[in-house]
């Protein structure tokens, strides 16, 4: 029987978690696992007071990420998705990872315009369901800021686009590759990579 380990990749901005709903709803039995969900988890459990305590507490993230990984992993579930704006820096693990629990590895990256991605990514800082503390030098549980536009850890726009570069975003690759460009959401169609997903599982 073959498993699936999904990477969605991406620069923030590129719809990674409206591909995982559209997924979700013809795969509905997938195993969805990001490390953003596990800052958000240790920002609220146990907080920051600066920018070193949250380097700090990114390192735990990713521990607590690839264990729970491997758990999925070790567990033999048929398809696993994670999303995350990868980078080379995470690629080595994850390989080794697919290889030791004998994961079939398929990347879809997305990929945009640089101006198309900056708007996307001011828009979304700025939204109330944005976790705060991707905002902010330090946080703690039941932080409030009414005016995300005064967050104190906001990015530049230079300093995005230098992080794109540098981290390669978009040349991010393990495994069978699906690029989709995002520039413009209307003209992306995902229903046949979908349905040859949907179809992998049901081949085995």
Do not use: C, P, W
């Given at each position: 029987m073959k498993k699936y380990l999904i990477l969605l990749a991406g620069s923030p901005g590129t719809g990674k978690t409206f591909l995982i709903q559209q997924i979700k709803r013809q795969i509905p039995d997938l195993f969805l696992i990001t490390p953003d969900?596990?800052?958000?988890?240790f920002a609220d459990?146990?907080?920051?007071?600066?920018?070193?305590?949250k380097a700090e507490l990114e390192k735990r993230v990713w521990q607590f990420y690839y264990g729970v990984l491997a758990l999925y992993l070790e567990a033999g579930k048929r398809m696993i998705v994670s999303e995350y704006p990868f980078s080379n820096k995470q690629k080595h693990k994850l390989a080794e990872y697919a290889n030791r629990y004998h994961y079939e590895v398929i990347t879809i990256r997305l990929v945009a315009d640089f101006e198309v991605l900056w708007q996307r990514r001011q828009q979304r800082d700025l939204e109330p369901e944005r976790h705060l503390s991707h905002l902010?030098?330090?946080?703690?549980?039941?932080?409030?800021?009414e005016d995300r536009s005064k967050a104190d850890n906001q990015i530049t726009r230079d300093e995005f686009k230098a992080i794109i570069e540098?981290?390669?975003?978009?040349?991010?690759?393990?495994?069978e590759l699906?690029?989709?460009?995002?520039?413009?959401?209307?003209?992306?169609?995902?229903?046949?990579?979908?349905d040859y997903l949907e179809n992998k599982m049901k081949r085995n």
């Open positions: 969900e596990g800052k958000e988890l459990s146990v907080g920051f007071n600066s920018l070193e305590e902010m030098q330090s946080y703690h549980y039941g932080d409030h800021l540098a981290r390669g975003y978009e040349s991010f690759r393990l495994g699906h690029e989709f460009d995002v520039t413009d959401y209307r003209k992306v169609e995902y229903e046949s990579l979908i």
